[in-house]
């Protein structure tokens, strides 16, 4: 039995709640629901939102009703299989090179490494979507491996640069646009994770996977002057 | 030469908006649009529009601009302005009109749009609409993420906005009567998604207390002043979804009330959510007004919603052919329920 919450956030929204957790396999029934009742197309749903420990349902009140909504919620749960790993994989290539990463050095001393051990494990695992949120295209990604969660800086810094690559606590994340920012900055990546006008299918979606690939402050450069966007490819293998 | 308004002055904040951006909220792209949008459907309607085209949104001090077009049709909505057009440039003297009523200028001309009075927003529509693509499936102007609208940002002074028609067409001049812009004398909410993470008593002195809208409001947040919401399990929560209107409180224990352009994840605790037949009226409310809350029902939430639907919907019957001299400020005042402000949403219009 699945362990969720259906919560109103007003008259026009549904929240259903598994919990205040960052875990995989909330996300993977959040991702789960979501897609069944995207598959659904129900009039007077208007858009779904996941999160990583809830699915936002926006609704027109006077189309479907809340009640409706909930019990279709609880059949669609009651029935969920555990569906293999749809989303794609995306390569993003990040440069470590602490020009770009002004905490690596902290970083490492807190989690009592050195820094190139932090980039070598910060980029040897494939990391799960497990939410768009925050800003447009602003993927939130994780596990990170326990050796680096720390909990956030104490200072935000007021505006960092797009691309900036920052950890927090279990996610990890790359910011599309310049920001105030909370975590601990360890790289930056060249590549553009948002274009409003690519398609929709173009862009980060929860559910994708994503593997960073350490390049060169050369590399960095070339590939910032090129322009290029960020592409999940549809591949299962990971 | 491509028919356009060019800016002379910007006003404080004027961005282009629709109904908004939906659909992209799982893209993390905020859903935008007016913040009242009943206004921007009133504007639309009294120059021929589709309700849900694009037209300026104004915050508090108007904009001027010249007419780079044959002729335009154009007209304000929502709060009270003072709209005056100048044959040229360097005139001193012009034609006053107000909102809530069409008027037409033509090339060459300046009109200049007064400070809002009432509430905090004037929609300003022009007849065809601007020329502007649609990023994400609106016009909408989404600053934070330089999306939409002209340039992704607000107007600023020598823009030249291309708008879609060069010439007006034989169309009527209307007035719009008797639309009901009063806001409530209590903004309804629905308690949650997170009520529980607050203390019972801090949440019945938010129910009972007066809030004060601070300065830092813009168009993502309402930033509240009054009683502090007391959180009694901490004030970080791992991210969850914030619908429009959701009252989110952080450390500091002030609510927040989210609005068109909030962030569409957020790791605060969100105590209630604004009722959504509430909400136009939240949007235009001026920083420094004093505002409080009331609780009730998603079903009855539901009802009210209903209610202003069917007000939208009816704006059209509201048109009236209108003379061609202006209107002086107070009517418009009166006839839109807006110098008292207030208007209960049980007892009908306050009497002051």
Redesign the interface.
Known sequence: MIDYNV???????L?V?FG???DLNVSAKVLAL?GRLNDLKIDGV???????????I?YE??TVS?IWLERKIADILEHLEESPATGRTCDIPVCYDPELAPDLEQVASQCELNPAQVIEIHSSRTYHVY????????A?LGDLPPELVLPRRTTPRPRIPEGSLGIGGKLTCIYP?ATPCGWHLIGRSPMSLWD??LA?GA?L??GDRVRFRPVSLREYWRTCSDGLVAVPRADTSH | MSAALRILEPGLLTTVQDLGR????????PTGGALDPVSLRAANVLVGNDPSEGALEIAYAGPAFVIEADSVNLACAGACASIEVLPRETAVNGIHYSSMQSFRAYRGQVVRIGPASGSSLVYLAVEGGFDIKP??GSVSTYI????GGWQGRALAKGDALPLRRSATSEREEFRLEGLDLARPSRFR??L??QNTRFSERSIKDFLDGEYTIGPATDRMAMHLHGPKLEHIAGHD?????I????IQVPGHGDPIVLLADR????GYP?VA?????DLPALGRSRIGDKISFQETS?EE??QL??VL?QQIDAIPNRLVRARRSGDDLTACLLTNNLISGIVDAKLGPSVE
């Open positions: 919560l109103a956030a007003g008259d026009t929204a929240v709640d205040n957790q960052v979501a208007i858009e779904t939102v996941p999160t990583i420990r809830s699915l936002s926006y009140p006077l809340a939410m768009i949120g925050f800003l447009p295209g602003l939130y646009m409003p006008t929709r862009l979606r929860a | 939906i659909g992209y909220q799982h893209l993390g792209v990023v994400l934070r993420g330089h999306i909410i629905v949650g998604p929560i791992v991210s969850d979804g619908a429009l209107g959701s962030q569409t994840t957020g969100k959510t604004v009722i959504s037949a998603v939430a539901k919603r209903r639907l």
